[in-house]
């Protein structure tokens, strides 16, 4: 990495350095007026994600920011917009950990990244705004510093935690003895369960289900921000969106739980994972079940994405728990 580009380790000092930067260039730059911006942004509606989903494929990471669900799942809360120009994806929304900053996302796309880059600065320069790239993940670094970057912000919370698919399938090995023993509790408790693919004919009791969850769960406004996003991506398997995979766990005529996800190359993302405290170790079955199902079902998939733990530290230990093969870095990069 480039020696001249700073790295601040708190937020407001990326951003105070960035603000100082851009208003050092802004005094020796002309003004452009709105019209000259090449990029056009739009709301990403429902209908938009098949096209969009088109260039997330050729993003060679495995970050659950460039996955189909984790787009759809936030974009109220990122208040995702999206522009294509020269065969290439740009989506704007705000910084990950600062709401009322905008933000783009990197672009995906057939455009050199220096030329992506350069349409992003002159919208930015157009609308008067500071030129952020956010939930940067870490293998773009050295090629964003060879495009030209001034200062970067590791974002500590927001790693995903990615997975062995075949580890977390079969939970083999010494590893995974503690979460198979959870599983083996679970069938010995519950020897009536099943597990069903969730679709059109049983997600309505995922939908109801989602009342249990709310009574449990905590009413922090993320949290409750989450519940909210999870019953938007039930409604859309209600209506038939097929990208949409996921499985519920029954015991009798009772939901001990259900998860949703995706897959894009070889990745399978989970996005929703909801279980009740009912039901003892219910949470490792499903977590178990659902990645055998969908390796049987995708046998492209080598790992799983979990996504990040947001500084919680109780689904911190959690998700390490799993052994993840790597955790995905992501960065805050003013341009």
Known sequence: ???????????????????QAEAKRMRFRPKISEETSELKF???????????FH?????????????????????DYFRYEYAISDDTLFIKGVVE?????????????????????EKIRSYCRAHDISPVLSAVPEYALDELDSAGISSINPLE???DYLYDAKMLSTLTGKKMSKKRNHVNKFDSLYPESRLEPLDTTNVDKAIDFMTIIDAEGDDVPMAVEERRMTRILLDLIKEGDIRLEGAILMVGDRVAAFTIGDV????????????????EGCYEKINKEFAAMMTARHPEIVYINREDDSGDEGLRKAKQSYHPVEILRKYNIAL
């Open 55 to 75: 260039y997330l494929q050729m993003e060679t990471g495995r970050t659950t920011d460039f996955s189909y669900a984790g787009i759809l799942m936030w974009v």
């Open 1 to 19: 990495m480039n020696t001249a580009v700073k790295t601040y380790l708190d937020y407001e000092g990326f951003i105070q350095a960035l603000r």
């Open 157 to 159: 919370d927001w790693g």
């Open 42 to 52: 739009n709301p990403i509606t429902h209908g938009d994600m098949e096209k969009i």
């Open 264 to 279: 894009k190359n070889d990745t399978l993302f989970v996005h929703v994972e909801k279980a009740s405290r009912a039901f």
């Open 97 to 117: 950990n600062d709401t009322d900053t905008p933000a783009f996302s990197l672009p995906v796309g057939k455009l050199p990244l220096k030329d992506s880059l």
